[in-house]
Each structure stands twice: as C-alpha cells, then as structure tokens.
C-alpha cells in the first residue's frame, strides 16, 4: 500500500472513531467539510473553552474536606472514596480547592464506560479542583523520589473522561493514559516531574515477548488543554524525558488544541506510537536542562529501517515557535505527513524530514535553516518571496496569520482545509 493510500485509510478510520466523542461535548462532526464554529474559517489553532457537565449529571461528590461514605451533593466524600465507587455512566464533582496526592496517585484501575456512558472525572461547576504532588522545588528531589501519576487511567480502561482540573507537581506524569478511547480536555497540566499528559499502549519494543501489532490500545484524545513546565531537570534524566504530551506507543491517538509550553524535553512527541494525529497546537519555548532536546513537535522515534512502530504520524495546522531546537522533526519516523503548519525563529530546523516524510503547504520563518529533506510541495520556502504576517505579537489572536492577499495566504497553521491539510 502506497504512503498516499494509508495517509487516506487512516484518516477514515480516526474520523469514524472520534465523531461521536466530539459530538458529544460539543456538537461538532469530527472531520465535517465546515468548521466547528461561526464563520467562513476554520478551527484557529490553540485551546477552545470547554463548557462544564451540566451539575445535574453529577452522581458523586469530593470535597478536599470531604468524609463519611455518601459522597452525595450535600455530603461529599474524600477524593479516594469517590474514586472507589466509580461506575459506567458516573460523573464525579470535584469541589473547589487543593487535594494532595501523595506516594500514591488515583488509578482507575481497568474500569470501562461506554460510548453512551462515559465516566466523567470533573471539577464542580463554575469551580476549579487542583490535584497536588509534593515536587515543588529543587529541594523536594532530595532523597527517595516517589514516582505516581495525579490520575492514571489504567491499561484495558475505557471512555474514560477528566475534564476541567489542574494537576501539578507530581512525582511521575501528570496524567497517564494506558486504556483506549479516554479523553483529557479543558486541564492544566504543569510542573510535573515527567511529562504533562503520558500515553501508553502497548509493549514498544519489537525484540519483547509481550509485544503485539496492532498496539491493544489506543484511540484517545488530548484536547483544550495548557500544559506547562513540566520538567526532570533535577531526575538523573536531566531534562529529556518530560514532553508536554507523550505517546510512547499506541494506535490512533489524538492530539488536538493544545497551549504545549516550557516544558523541558519536547512539546509533543508521537515516539513509537502509530498513526497518531497533532492539530491546531501551539508549541513553544520547550527545551531545558542539560538533556532537554527541545523540538516542538516530534513525529517519530524508531531508527530501524523495518520499523513496524513510529509509523504514520499526521501532523496538521500547528504553530511552532522559539523552542530550543527544531520546530517539527519527524525523527526517524516512518511515512510522516508534515502539512500546513508554521514554524517561527526555533533555534535549529524549521521542518526536518526523512525520505518519505511529506511536507505539504507549510510555512517557515526565521529557523536555522527553514527546512531539510522529506517530500517538499508548496511550502513558503519553495516559493518567491518571504511570508509578512499580520502579527509577530503572540497575544495577538492574528499571531503569525499570513497578510491577506499574499501568496502564501493558504499555507501554514490558518491555511483553508483543502485536501493537503484536511482533518
């Protein structure tokens, strides 16, 4: 099969797959010809708000102050307690404050919802619930370090969804995902030991017993989140194993509408994972410590020629900008497809690409070179003349939006969905 056929097939298969989970926060079809939203344009890249559960879903209550066995409205429970009476269809409030996590974070174990009646994990409306690990400072890595999760939604999980919670400082990854079809949406996600967001489907290493293709799981998705300074710079890993959002393996994972920043290894890394999906993020400043490799976007992971992991990455419609080192790598990774993205003054490569890395409709600006390699189609470089934006400021909601009018309008992170860059 042609890299243009799988590129085509997989598109098909995320849109079936994920059409009903979007519809059911926010009335959009995944991959619909018209933009989820007002206007003629489509989605602009970066996170959307996210609209609470409505209060009248709730079926369990956690108070940081929370007691006694009701876990009701009127009565909540501590946090732990709620987490043990978790069933399909239950939605857990979280009352507003702090709620420490310590030596052990909260695991799902392989608890499974259903399309029809996801398990929702949820700050309390028009509140806001931060769950808090003991790594605050330098000095909190002295001695034995513990290594827990916030939440760690377990392998054989499913439809299982944390929405509107921040989660800090914790001994492990913020949030790890080993299940299939579980969403992480509306959170902030900073100053963790290990990476912001982490996703693990399966065995990665091709010489292991335990390794299978497909991956057994996968299917998840990463939406409308900040993630943040998430950091191993005092681990003996020295900054190069906490991404904003990792896919250390899996099948058809998801990564969309992120603010992905400072954190110390890279933005978003797909590593050995398969057919995963990055769009419309904002990624930037990534890269520190000694070790911190510092790419925005990281496509792949596998150097071995027959690599039957780290395959098919698509990446679409995400700004770049100012990290340590390359704006989007595909790393080894096999038939990657790099389209209507912009990178902006990162330190080293704008875009690099392998022999079959297709690099389509993209925009680059003030790298160390703009691009290397992989399959080059109508990208700014390859046109006359340099792209002027509507603004270099970004807080600005035109940052780094082609001017009007100019050749290189429908390229880059703004382009208009066409076929190249369609999701």
Same mark, same amino acid.
């Given at each position: 099969m042609t890299s243009e056929l799988r590129y085509t097939s997989v598109k098909l298969v995320w849109r079936v797959s994920f059409?009903?989970?979007? *519809?059911?926060?926010? /009335?959009?079809? !995944?991959?619909? $010809? $018209?933009?989820?939203?007002?206007g003629p344009e489509p989605p602009r890249p970066g996170p959307r708000p996210v609209a609470a559960t409505p209060l009248e879903r709730g079926t369990l209550f956690a108070a940081p102050d929370g007691s006694g066995e009701t876990c009701s409205r009127e009565a909540p429970c501590d946090l732990r307690t709620a987490f043990a009476k978790l069933e399909p269809g239950s939605v857990l409030f979280l009352r507003g404050g702090v709620y420490p996590i310590r030596e052990t974070g909260l695991h799902t174990g392989p608890l499974k919802g259903a399309p029809e009646k996801p398990i929702i994990i949820e700050s309390y409306p028009g509140e806001w619930a931060v769950l808090e690990g003991e790594y605050q400072s330098a000095e909190d890595y002295q001695g034995e370090h513990r290594y827990y999760y916030g939440i760690r939604i377990d392998a054989g999980a499913e439809y299982i969804y944390v929405r509107r919670l921040e989660v800090r400082y914790m001994g492990n990854a913020g949030i790890g995902i080993g299940g299939s079809h579980n969403l992480v949406e509306g959170c902030e996600l900073h100053h963790n030991t290990y990476s912001g967001v982490e996703i693990y489907g399966g065995e990665w290493r091709e010489d292991s017993p335990g390794f299978v293709l497909s991956y057994p799981e996968g299917e998840n998705l990463v939406r409308d989140n900040v993630i943040h300074d998430n950091a191993d710079i005092y681990m003996s890993t020295l900054g190069d194993s906490a991404d904003g959002v990792s896919i250390v393996s899996g099948r058809g994972n =998801?990564? $969309?509408?992120? =603010?992905?920043?400072?954190?110390?290894?890279? /933005?978003?890394?797909?590593?050995? #994972?398969?057919? #995963?999906?990055?769009?419309?993020?904002?990624?930037y400043e990534n890269g520190r410590g000694e070790r911190g490799n510092g790419n925005g976007v990281k496509a792949g992971g596998n150097p071995d020629t027959e690599a039957k992991t780290g395959l098919r990455a698509v990446v679409v419609h995400n700004l770049a900008w100012e990290n340590r080192a390359r704006g *989007?790598?595909?790393n080894a990774g096999k038939d990657v497809t790099f389209a209507c993205n912009t990178a902006y003054r990162n330190a080293t490569y704008g875009f690099l690409g392998g022999d079959d890395t297709r690099v389509l409709r993209n925009i680059a600006v003030g790298n160390n070179p703009d691009a290397s390699g992989g399959l080059q189609e109508e990208n700014s470089w390859q046109k006359e003349g340099t792209p002027r934006f509507l603004s270099t400021d970004?807080? #600005?909601?035109?940052?780094?939006?082609? !001017?009007?009018g100019d050749p290189f309008e429908n390229l880059g992170a703004y382009a208009l969905s066409q076929e190249d860059c369609n999701d």
């Open positions: 059409t009903i989970l979007a *519809f059911f926060f926010t /009335g959009c079809r !995944v991959g619909s $010809e $018209e933009p989820c939203g007002n =998801r990564v $969309e509408h992120n =603010r992905v920043y400072g954190n110390s290894d890279d /933005g978003i890394d797909t590593w050995r #994972s398969n057919d #995963s999906y990055v769009a419309y993020n904002l990624v *989007f790598d595909y970004p807080n #600005s909601p035109d940052f780094l939006r082609p !001017v009007p």
